[in-house]
């Protein structure tokens, strides 16, 4: 990691919080406008289907937009969310999600989020956050 990048992971132990610690969601890569997400997945975590839940993939959505919009130096509040869910996800391995600003406003931020399972996309997000400044 370089020297810039460094503040911006320090800032995101935010997204350290007691959900998504829960869910073993981890931070493994950000930059300004930009975070990348992972999960390891289980059983555990799966719907009567045997595929991942889709609750799991919104809160990897929801946890990528918002530590992108965190890497701008801002917390962010949830303020609208939509998920297209594009593939199942299966109970082995990671989902990984990567996160990207659309649009910083001044008091909403656009971010949209993609969550990768073994490299297919499996779900496309777009988020509004509300920001205070």
């Not at 997400?37 to 889709?54: A, F, M, R, T, W």
């Not at 801002?74 to 082995?92: Q, R």
């Not at 989020?113 to 297919?120: A, G, L, T």
Request: aromatic letters at 6%; a positive charge.
């Amino acid at each position: 990691m370089t020297a810039n990048k460094e503040p911006v992971m320090k800032f995101l132990k935010k997204v350290n919080c007691p959900f998504n610690n829960k869910l073993g969601i981890k931070v493994i890569e950000a930059e300004k406008g930009r975070a990348v997400i992972e999960l390891e997945v289980n059983k555990d975590l799966s719907n009567n289907y045997g595929i991942i839940h889709g609750g799991v993939t919104a809160s990897l959505c929801d946890t990528a937009m918002g530590a992108t919009v965190m890497t701008l130096g801002i917390n962010p509040m949830t303020v609208e969310m939509k998920v297209n869910y594009l593939s199942p996800g299966g109970t082995d391995g990671k989902l990984i999600a990567i996160g990207k600003i659309v649009k910083n406003g001044r008091t909403l931020v656009i971010a949209e989020s993609e969550v990768y399972y073994k490299d297919k996309m499996i779900a496309k997000s777009l988020g509004t956050y509300f920001v205070e400044r």
